[in-house]
């Protein structure tokens, strides 16, 4: 049965069907009635549901509440379907407040109880008070969740429409995971695409944040990193001007400056085999000026350098081939460090260029930068690192911040002698760092 209630005056109050009828609480859209209120009846009923609905269709239209609360009273003890059509000048569409529609039998209204002796199954809405089958998870009218706390009776077997619904529903789920299912393997195919190319093209038409110029779609690049987009020839300055070997995103504004870095495959990408060449040498310099443990070959022009270790004394050059000596900071393949140091002194009241190496070393003894073995007197040198240094001719282990030998006369171990370093838990110098 159709039932509707306006905000006030004629039939303020909502009205009570019969089974098969009920009322949906809340606010809709205005409803469009029919042009006349007029009762519908079916030939199987009875003659008094007839009389009842045509009475109520009357009481309504005029505006009697009481006879049209008592007609639908009458009408629900009879439990025989109805339906009663309103003309919209008795219940002005803008007036509508409540929207009754048919239910099925057996869920009761909003004013309803369930027959003696009948249970009725499923959960009631708490918006609408719509009694719902047990498995819908919300309400069929105003689509409310279903209450966390109600679960579907034991033994409950849901009849055909809610078997075709529940079938229904599954099918449609199927089908959701099917299409999701579908775009996550496209995505995972586009990315395996992405990944095989060396440089990301935006697809939108882009302005480059550096040039202001306007992009046309597939010529910009879009970082992998950051995602911000540039034209190929700002991206290029940005890396051939760099001073780092690590180029950042050259994007910035008022507000932010980014952190992102270019990948190696997108320099490589961007610069000429020829630029990319140069690029990496410069990162090559840069990392050998800043290390305090490098060391350049001494053969002319060459580009051969390393990371020393404390306990590395000679350098094998890659490039040239040529064996260099740490700790004279000098080549001398034939030669052991005092051979060369005897011969530097030897040369140099001839030679201009053993002179200055000897010079050298004198001066660097001087302001304390090396030192003389205090065994066999060569020049020995710290490179880097703790205080422990070891003489490469006569082996002996030297500390270097005191310039004396490290352990007494019996060698390593013995405390009679040397710097007594750790002796009772004290450093041998106040600058001590670590000579073992």
């Known amino acids: 049965m159709e039932e509707t209630t306006r905000k006030g005056g004629r039939g303020g109050q909502g009205l009570a069907g019969g089974e ?3 009322c949906v609480g809340g606010a809709t859209n205005p409803v469009s009635l029919c042009e006349q209120a007029e009762p519908a009846a079916h030939p199987a009923r009875p003659p ?3 009389e009842l609905a045509q009475r109520l269709a009357e009481a309504i239209e005029s505006g009697d509440q009481g006879l049209a609360c008592q007609s639908a009273g009458e009408l629900a003890a009879l439990a025989v379907p109805v339906s009663v059509r309103l003309r919209e000048r008795a219940y002005p569409a803008q007036e509508i407040r409540w929207a009754l529609v048919p239910r099925r039998a057996g869920q009761p ?9 009948r249970t009725t199954l499923g959960w009631v809405c708490p918006r609408c008070t719509y009694v719902n089958k ?4 919300g309400c069929e009218l105003c689509c409310q969740g279903r209450p966390e706390g109600y679960r579907v009776p034991d033994g409950y077997r849901p009849d055909a429409a809610e078997q075709a619904r529940l079938r229904g529903e599954e099918e449609a ?3 959701y995971q099917q299409v999701k299912e579908q775009q996550q393997q496209e995505n995972y195919e586009q990315l395996l695409q992405l990944d095989g190319q060396s440089l990301v093209p935006a697809d939108a038409a882009i302005e480059c944040p550096i040039c202001l110029g306007i992009v ?4 910009g690049v879009t970082l992998r990193e950051c995602l911000h987009a540039f034209c190929r020839d700002c991206l290029k300055g940005t890396i051939l001007n760099s ?15 980014c952190m992102g870095q270019l990948l190696e495959r997108e320099i490589k990408a961007l610069l000429s085999p020829e630029e990319y060449e140069r690029f990496l040498d410069l990162g090559v310099s840069i990392a050998e000026t800043r290390s305090p443990c490098s060391y350049h070959c001494k053969t002319a022009d060459c580009r051969g350098w390393c990371f020393f270790e404390d306990d590395v004394n000679e350098f094998s050059c890659p490039v040239c081939l040529k064996v260099n000596c740490l700790l004279c900071q000098a080549i001398h393949e034939s030669m052991n460090c005092r051979e060369y140091q005897d011969d530097l002194q030897a040369r140099a009241e001839k030679d201009q260029a053993a002179r200055q190496t000897s010079e050298m070393l004198t001066s660097m003894v001087q302001r304390g930068e090396a030192m003389h073995c205090p065994r066999c007197r060569i020049v020995v040198q710290k490179k880097d690192g703790c205080d422990w240094i070891r003489c490469t001719v006569c082996h002996t282990e030297i500390c270097w911040v005191t310039k004396g030998p490290r352990w007494g006369p019996a060698g390593p171990g013995d405390t009679s002698g040397g710097c007594r370093c750790r002796l009772k838990g004290a450093p041998c110098h106040p600058h001590c760092q670590n000579c073992h």
């Open 20 to 22: 098969g009828a009920g």
């Open 48 to 50: 008094a549901a007839e």
């Open 109 to 117: 209204g909003r004013d309803e109880r369930a027959p003696a002796g």
């Open 134 to 137: 047990p498995t819908r998870p």
């Open 173 to 175: 789920l199927q089908r």
């Open 216 to 219: 046309p779609p597939g010529e």
């Open 243 to 257: 001073p780092e070997p690590e180029v950042p995103c050259p994007y910035i504004d008022k507000n932010y400056s």
